[in-house]
T-cell receptor, first 112, second 113 residues
Framework: SQTIHQWPATLVQPVGSPLSLECTVEGTSNPNLYWYRQAAGRGLQLLFYSVGIGQISSEVPQNLSASRPQDRQFILSSKKLLLSDSGFYLC???????????FGQGTRLTVV | GENVEQHPSTLSVQEGDSAVIKCTYSDSASNYFPWYKQELGKRPQLIIDIRSNVGEKKDQRIAVTLNKTAKHFSLHITETQPEDSAVYFCAANDPDSNYQLIWGAGTKLIIKP
């Protein structure tokens, strides 16, 4: 099965600072990759997904962006963080829309 | 597009009793329905899933039932234990894109000792 590496586990960043979260996948090739955000006590909000290198679909307009420079690498970025960007960010991987989603350990981002 | 609703948002049961969480979906073309468990501060993990060609699936104390006519599916946990305390999410595949899972809002299950 797939293994998702996501780092860092926790991050505290000031408002207006940039962000880069990285996710890499092992154990599969050409996966579908996803970035989710989860506010405290809330559900999973899909931010971006990618079905291949350089292919990014955005679900929610905001000041975040995503890139997929390699088949098994997915990056979430921001040029200037807002307080509202705080949350638990999860990278996930699926081999198709009807298969198990594997999640990374998550990054707890606090914007101060 | 597909929409998934999950109830209840919070469920408190006595240890040893059963717990049932229900989800409804809107698109009859959906055919994959997983359930995930998320412990506090951890990642969601798949606990059981069902495809539309079966009506029920069991794995020890956990079972999922699917009613395609009514477009709803349920998670059943029997003989609940303290380690069952977590947030549970249901999902359905999005038949339009075939790339996404559409998630329910989650149910916080509390097991009372």
């Amino acid at each position: 099965s797939q293994t998702i590496h996501q780092w860092p586990a926790t991050l505290v960043q000031p408002v207006g600072s940039p962000l880069s979260l990285e996710c890499t996948v092992e154990g599969t090739s050409n996966p579908n990759l996803y970035w989710y955000r989860q506010a405290a006590g809330r559900g999973l909000q899909l931010l971006f997904y990618s079905v291949g290198i350089g292919q990014i679909s955005s679900e929610v307009p905001q000041n975040l962006s995503a890139s997929r420079p390699q088949d098994r690498q997915f990056i979430l970025s921001s040029k200037k963080l807002l307080l509202s960007d705080s949350g638990f960010y999860l990278c996930a991987c699926q081999t198709g829309g009807r298969t198990e989603a594997f999640f990374g350990q998550g990054t707890r981002l606090t914007v101060v | 597009g597909e929409n998934v609703e999950q109830h209840p948002s919070t469920l408190s049961v006595q240890e040893g009793d059963s717990a049932v969480i229900k989800c409804t979906y809107s698109d009859s073309a959906s055919n994959y329905f997983p359930w995930y468990k998320q412990e506090l501060g951890k990642r969601p993990q798949l606990i059981i899933d069902i495809r539309s060609n079966v009506g029920e699936k069991k794995d020890q104390r956990i079972a999922v039932t699917l009613n395609k006519t009514a477009k709803h599916f349920s998670l059943h946990i029997t003989e609940t234990q303290p380690e069952d305390s977590a947030v549970y999410f249901c999902a359905a595949n999005d038949p339009d894109s075939n790339y996404q899972l559409i998630w329910g809002a989650g149910t916080k299950l509390i097991i009372k000792p």
